[in-house]
């Protein structure tokens, strides 16, 4: 079992810039990917990005983010970072950290996620 713990999260103005943290313990080898999402007032968790643990560290981002959110890790500290630039007002949302153990199982070890409010 991982424990997912996200941190980093506040209050902005529109074109700041946050980094968050997901922190992770446990049986960390297991996992395959780490990826972030989204929930936003009144809607559905949506994908934000996500990095495969090992190798090169492939990445995928949600189109809404692309080129103003970036997706790093550091093994050695079992840490994955979302760097977010450029802030909007519709980026604010509950961002929450999971796992994934194989390339097509689900996403799961749910963090207990941390709020970012970006003000327009």
């Known amino acids: 079992q991982v424990q997912l713990v996200e941190s980093g999260g506040g209050l902005v103005q529109a074109g700041d810039s946050l980094r968050l943290s997901c922190a992770a313990s446990g049986r960390t080898f297991s996992r395959y990917a780490i990826g972030w999402f989204r929930q936003a007032p009144g809607k559905e968790r949506e994908f934000v990005a996500s990095?495969?643990?090992?190798?090169?560290?492939?990445?995928y981002y949600a189109d809404s983010v692309k080129g103003r959110f970036t997706i790093s890790r550091d093994n050695a500290k079992n840490t994955v970072y979302l760097q977010m630039n450029r802030l909007k007002p519709e980026d604010t949302a509950v961002y929450y950290c999971?796992?994934?153990?194989?390339?097509?199982?689900?996403?799961?070890?749910w963090g207990q996620g941390t709020q970012v409010t970006v003000s327009s």
């Open positions: 999971a796992d994934r153990v194989t390339p097509t199982a689900a996403f799961g070890s």
């Open positions: 990095i495969s643990w090992s190798g090169g560290g492939i990445t």
